[in-house]
């Protein structure tokens, strides 16, 4: 009795791969699945961070931008890392650059 349990629990006949036919079929929706999220996630967000990116590195002083706080100023002064924003006449405070979202709208103006 115990030992139809156990023969009943083994590998089918004729091998162990149950006539299931290629493998690779076996991972085909895998890659399927990661092809859609490719195209459809992580390229588009790599080129968005690429166009930001460019965006960052061609700033210069005069610029009026928007920083993710959402605060609105000119640039009075760049570095490598830190940007210099004058906010109203004679305030100036200093962020880090990659805080900059990007150019202010007309309707945050």
């Known amino acids: 009795m115990f030992s139809d349990l156990v023969y009943a629990m083994g590998p089918p006949p004729g091998g162990a791969q149950g006539g299931q036919g290629n493998p690779l079929m076996a991972f085909l929706p895998l890659i399927i ?7 459809l996630l992580i390229r588009p967000q790599q ?3 690429k166009q930001h990116q460019e965006f960052l590195n061609s700033l210069k002083r005069g610029d009026e931008v928007i ?3 959402g605060i609105i100023g000119r640039i009075t ?3 490598e890392n830190i940007v210099s924003l004058e906010i109203a006449p004679n ?3 200093r962020i880090a650059r990659s805080q900059i979202a990007g150019r202010p709208t007309e309707e945050t103006k």
Do not use: A
Request: proline share 0%.
């Open 33 to 39: 699945i990661f092809l859609i999220f490719y195209f």
């Open 77 to 79: 002064k760049l570095s």
């Open 47 to 49: 080129k968005k961070q």
């Open 67 to 69: 920083t993710s706080g």
């Open 91 to 93: 305030v100036v405070i």
